[in-house]
C-alpha cells in the first residue's frame, strides 16, 4: 500500500475536489457532498478514531433518496393496471440520469404488483 491517503491527521478532505468529506458512518463508506466520490472506509485508516469523537455531528445520512423497489410505500395515483385492471397504482420517481433530463416514474399495482416505467 503505497498510494498516500488524502487525509491528514485531523480533517478528511476529498481527493478529488478537495471538499472537507462528512463524518463517517462506523461501517460504512463516505460520500464526498459536492463530487459524489465514495471513501471505503479502510482509507481512512488510523485516523478513524478521531473521527469517533465528532460522530454525532453527522449521524444521519440521508437514504431517502434511494428507491426501494421492493417495498412501493408511495402516494397512490389513480392508474389503470395494464395487467390486472386494478385502478391504483402507487408510483416513485427516480432521477436516473442527469438533472436537467427529466426522470423516471416507477408505478406499481397495489394489487397485483405489476410494476412498469414511464419517463417523464
Ligand atoms: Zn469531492
Ligand atoms: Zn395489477
Known amino acids: ?47 478513524k478514531f478521531n473521527y469517533t469523537i465528532h460522530f454525532n455531528a ?21 392508474r389503470k393496471c395494464p395487467k390486472c385492471g386494478n385502478d391504483k397504482m402507487s408510483y416513485a420517481t427516480l432521477q436516473l440520469r442527469s438533472a436537467d433530463e427529466g426522470q423516471t416514474v416507477f408505478y406499481t399495482c397495489i394489487s397485483c404488483k405489476y410494476k412498469e416505467t414511464e419517463n417523464s
Open 1 to 47: 500500500m503505497t498510494e498516500a491517503a488524502p487525509f491528514n491527521s485531523s480533517t478528511a478532505f476529498c481527493a478529488k475536489c478537495g471538499s472537507i468529506l462528512p463524518l463517517m458512518e462506523e461501517f460504512g463508506t463516505v460520500e464526498c457532498y459536492t463530487c459524489k466520490s465514495v471513501y471505503d472506509p479502510v482509507a481512512f485508516g488510523n485516523i
Open 58 to 78: 453527522i449521524s444521519s445520512i440521508n437514504t431517502d433518496n434511494v428507491l426501494n423497489l421492493d417495498n412501493p410505500e408511495g402516494p397512490v395515483v389513480e
